[in-house]
């Protein structure tokens, strides 16, 4: 499941370093969605390192211990799911941002949901894609003050 990106104005350089490393920034941002991020193992900016996000969507209080990937060079940023209630759902869970500057300014986020359903008649998670989109926009807003 993709977005068809989300457009930004804020500098996709910042925009990019938000979500591979300063993870903290979120419920600044965002504090309607997310509650909390903290290290569980690793390092702010280490690839493989987990953290524990609480955050609300749809209403609902979830946590996600998920572990990050970076691919600095092609400015992606994985979260796979190690732990919460997305996993009662799918059996895997991906998230990945992909920021991307536009030669006028501003730039796009892609956003990839990679899941395995448990059941087939389990819905995609729409959801977390709206949760997502959402996050970037609030991210956006803050960084391009």
Known sequence: MK??????KSNTDKLYKVFSNQHHAFPKASSDHVHDVVVHEGG???SGSIKL???TVDGNVEIFKEKMEIDEANKWVNFSALEGPVLEQYRSYKISFQVTPK???????K???HYGKLNDNDPPP???LRFAIN???DMDAL???
Not at 3 to 8: H, P
């Open 3 to 8: 977005s068809d990106g989300k457009d930004i």
């Open 44 to 46: 702010w900016e280490t």
């Open 53 to 55: 996000w609480t955050y």
């Open 103 to 109: 030669s006028e300014g501003g730039g796009l986020v």
């Open 111 to 113: 956003i990839t949901i």
């Open 126 to 128: 729409h959801k977390y």
């Open 135 to 137: 996050v970037v926009h």
């Open 143 to 145: 960084l391009k003050e």
